[in-house]
């Protein structure tokens, strides 16, 4: 709701916003931590494996600010993982509004 996440949040497309939004809100839910297959098909990729890459380049580039590794892909260990802190630091905390 920080007026600092939603200008962030225009730095996709209105389309990829509302995935973006899905994939904080999945992540949340999980812990932060998913396996890159079972995240996708949670979202309705289809081919999840080959395109998960791009949707969390996406969220990369909302919640990856001042060179703060908000969300990750790890593309050896296969896993996806936002680090709840420093999400609620970067986005709430430190007060960007």
């Known amino acids: 709701a920080s007026k600092f996440f939603q200008a962030q949040l225009k730095s996709v497309s209105d389309q990829d916003r509302a995935q973006c939004l899905q994939a904080i809100e999945l992540l949340i839910r999980r812990g ?12 309705g990729i289809v081919m999840a ?9 996406k969220l990369e580039r909302v ?17 996806v993982t936002l680090d709840l802190q420093l999400l609620r630091a970067v986005f709430i905390e430190e007060g960007h509004d």
């Open 32 to 43: 932060g931590r998913m396996a890159q297959d079972p995240f996708g098909t949670e979202l």
């Open 49 to 57: 494996s080959a395109r998960v890459a791009g949707v969390v380049s």
């Open 63 to 79: 919640l990856n600010v001042d060179a703060e590794p908000v969300v990750e892909h790890d593309g050896k260990s296969r896993l």
